[in-house]
């Protein structure tokens, strides 16, 4: 047997006896290598630096006169939905990223070495979550700029943007599986835009529920990101949770306790 099989043995050996602390301190050791991909390559922040500033400009400005008379009525309005949407959106980042990780045999490398093999996937998962909070600050920090106070007060709109962190945690373990089982980085791009998007426009982020058509108003009413943006306007705009909270938690805990595993088994079988 040679020398290379046999460290191979042992180093799989040692991650089958790594425990849940190490593999913890293993996760956040991998989250932190993705952090340091950020600093190096800051372009990689475009989507999450300049989206909230463009997207909040943009639809303020071309849709705040038509649906709510002026620009200030309507801040109300589209800081949550441009909130909820922009860092949803942010999401996809992970599948991508994670299949290119995988095709380029970065976690090839990462099988070699003595930590537990789930580390890579979960400290990707960490790791995002820096980005989707610097969505938030620079969406709300936009929106203040323009003249957004929210009536709810610092303490709601701190909790609103946990949630919306969280929510799309939840969120990105279904593009974590898209990136696991799909061939290239392009296809999960591609196959989360499907998803995403008709799920983020036919929603009530931008524009009043009663304002389209009845056909279209049943799909708008049981879109989960209409209770979350529901529920984040409740929070900020007047200090209220609502049921719309409840299911926004209860989807996002679903939705962690089906892709959640499946995406690890489809992990641990591809690693």
């Known amino acids: 047997m ?5 460290n191979t043995k042992a180093h799989r050996g040692l991650k089958n006896r790594t ?3 190490q593999s913890v301190r293993h996760s956040l050791t991998m989250a932190y290598r993705g952090l340091l991909k ?3 390559t800051p372009e990689q922040l475009f989507d999450v630096t300049l989206q909230p500033i463009i997207f909040t400009l943009m639809f303020t400005y ?3 006169g038509a649906i709510s008379g002026d620009v200030q009525s309507y801040l109300p309005v589209i800081i949550p939905g441009i909130l909820v949407q922009t860092v949803i959106t942010t999401s996809i980042v992970t599948g991508v990223q994670l299949r290119e990780d ?3 045999g970065v976690f090839d490398r990462f099988k070699s ?3 537990a093999r789930i580390a890579p996937l979960a400290g990707a998962l960490l790791a995002d979550t820096v980005r989707y909070t610097i969505a938030t600050v620079l969406t709300f920090a936009m929106g203040y700029v323009m003249g957004y106070r929210p009536e709810g007060g610092l303490a709601y709109v701190a909790l609103a943007a946990v949630i919306v962190i969280f929510c799309s945690w939840a969120i990105s373990w279904i593009f974590a599986f898209f990136g696991v089982i799909a061939r290239t980085a392009s296809s999960v791009q591609g196959i989360s835009m499907i998803v995403l998007f008709p799920l983020t426009f036919l929603s009530n982020a931008f524009v009043p529920v009663e304002t389209m058509p009845n056909w279209l108003q049943w799909f708008v009413n049981i879109n989960p990101i209409s209770h979350l943006v529901t529920a984040v306007r409740d929070m900020t705009n007047s200090g209220t949770v609502g049921w719309d909270l409840a ?3 209860i989807g996002a ?3 962690v306790a089906v892709f959640a595993p499946i995406t690890v088994r489809a992990y641990m079988r591809r690693t």
């Open 2 to 6: 040679s020398q290379t099989t046999m």
């Open 247 to 249: 299911i926004s938690l």
């Open 113 to 115: 070495l003595p930590i």
């Open 38 to 40: 950020l600093r190096r």
């Open 19 to 21: 425990g849940f602390l």
């Open 102 to 104: 995988m095709d380029k």
């Open 253 to 255: 805990a679903v939705i």
């Open 62 to 64: 071309i849709f705040g």
